[in-house]
């Protein structure tokens, strides 16, 4: 029994493709592992911090990095703790003592972050403040003082790094 033209045809067409059809997967791991290394090595310069775009922070020229802390964030109408609504600015404006009481109330009830409990001596007690740099003084200071009065001994405020000037003649006209 003898093939017919087109069954041998399609018999030699597949055998030619065949092993064109082998897949290489070595160019894709040199890529993969490029891209790992890539993430590794600049995800550990990244300090996270839950923020809002509500909030433009101030810069600054510091250069230590923040820890994790119990983050208060004063929006220009808002403020919060750890990204829950404690009270409005204006009632914050409003309170005529020197510290604010839902803030206080607030931080006392608060589980703090990592293994900080209320036996902690307060001058390891950590806070970060996230302030809008359009708030006036006098509401950040509330907040500073109603932390302290909290029990909380280092208190942080958080600031963009502000980019290093490039020292003169460093660029020469060519």
């Given at each position: ?121 307060p001058e390891e007690r950590e806070i970060t403040i996230m302030a809008d740099k ?41």
């Amino acid at each position: 029994m003898s093939m017919s033209s087109r069954a041998r045809r399609m018999l030699t067409r597949h055998i030619r493709h065949r092993a064109d059809a082998d897949l290489n997967l070595i160019p894709m791991i040199d890529i993969l592992s490029v891209m790992v290394s890539f993430l590794l090595v600049y995800s550990t310069e990244v300090e996270v911090i839950q923020n809002t775009k509500a909030i433009q922070i101030p810069q600054s020229v510091a250069e230590q990095r923040p820890r994790q802390t119990v983050v208060v964030m004063v929006t220009p109408t808002q403020l919060l703790v750890q990204g829950k609504l404690i009270a409005n600015v204006v009632d914050l404006r409003a309170s005529t003592s020197a510290t604010f009481q839902p803030l206080a109330t607030e931080l006392q009830v608060h589980p703090l972050i990592g293994a900080t409990t209320d036996q902690t001596p307060p001058e390891e007690r950590e806070i970060t403040i996230m302030a809008d740099k359009s708030l006036p003084y006098e509401v950040i200071k509330k907040v500073m003082t109603t932390c302290t009065a909290a029990k909380y001994g280092r208190i942080s405020l958080a600031v963009m790094q502000k980019e290093k000037a490039v020292p003169p003649g460093t660029f020469k006209p060519v």
